[in-house]
């Protein structure tokens, strides 16, 4: 069954980076775009980063545009965020998600998320 | 950007009521449009895509409609399990975005 499980979150200070992985599982993941999609605390879902399933192509929110970087180890069913210069507002629970296609689809299976909190 | 707007924002209702949510786009978006609930605590879970396909698995109780810029999310007879919170979301293009999401309560 599909699997999607996210790790390395934690409390970083503002300024601070870190960086999110999502190891896949029980699908080929090479062949499915990927997304993350963050949730702050008590809010609604919101779309951060998506890549294509050969990694050909990546789009941003504009949040986060020029802060986080998206990748994926196809080699390694691995999906990554790097997040550099954190602000308070990106503390939220951020999940991986499988796009249903190669990246032009919805979102069928999540992961259980990661916590971020930035926080001096 | 596409903006989503969903009403209700809160919606009360009791076990064996037929709900409706409506979610609307700021243009048009076809049919790319997809639904999902979500418990607390828990991942979202894909319900509904192309605004009226049922993912496998989901009940026949959900159902979706809609093209364009209004779509709707109906539950015909509402179940213990389906008190949750509701997000639309449109994979016409990039950002892709979601609503703001309906919480279903028990009345």
């Known amino acids: 069954q599909v699997q999607l499980v996210e790790s390395g979150g934690g409390v970083v200070q503002p300024g601070r980076s870190l960086r999110l992985s999502c190891a896949a599982s029980g699908f080929t993941f090479s062949a499915y775009g990927m997304h993350w999609v963050r949730q702050a605390p008590g809010k609604g879902l919101e779309w951060v980063a998506v890549m294509w399933y050969d990694g050909s192509i990546r789009y941003y929110a504009d949040s986060v545009q020029g802060r986080f970087t998206i990748s994926r180890d196809n080699s390694d069913n691995t999906l990554y965020l790097q997040m550099n210069s954190l602000r308070a507002e990106d503390t939220a629970l951020y999940y991986c998600?499988?796009?249903?296609?190669?990246?032009?689809?919805?979102?069928?299976?999540w992961g259980q998320g990661t916590l971020v909190t930035v926080s001096s | 950007d596409i903006q989503m707007t969903q009403s209700p924002s809160t919606l009360s209702a009791s076990v064996g009521d037929r709900v409706t949510i409506t979610c609307r786009a700021s243009?048009?978006?076809?049919?790319?449009l997809a639904w999902y609930q979500q418990k607390p605590g828990k991942a979202p879970k894909f319900l509904i895509y192309?605004?009226?396909i049922l993912e496998s698995g989901v009940p026949s109780r959900f159902s979706g409609s809609g093209s364009g810029t209004e779509f709707t999310l109906t539950i015909s007879s509402l179940q213990p399990d389906d008190f949750a919170t509701y997000y639309c979301?449109?994979?016409?293009?990039?950002?892709?975005?979601f609503g703001q999401g309906t919480k279903l309560e028990i009345k």
């Open positions: 998600a499988r796009d249903s296609t190669i990246a032009a689809g919805p979102l069928d299976y």
């Open positions: 192309k605004a009226s």
């Open positions: 243009q048009s978006i076809s049919n790319w």
């Open positions: 979301q449109q994979y016409k293009t990039y950002p892709y975005t």
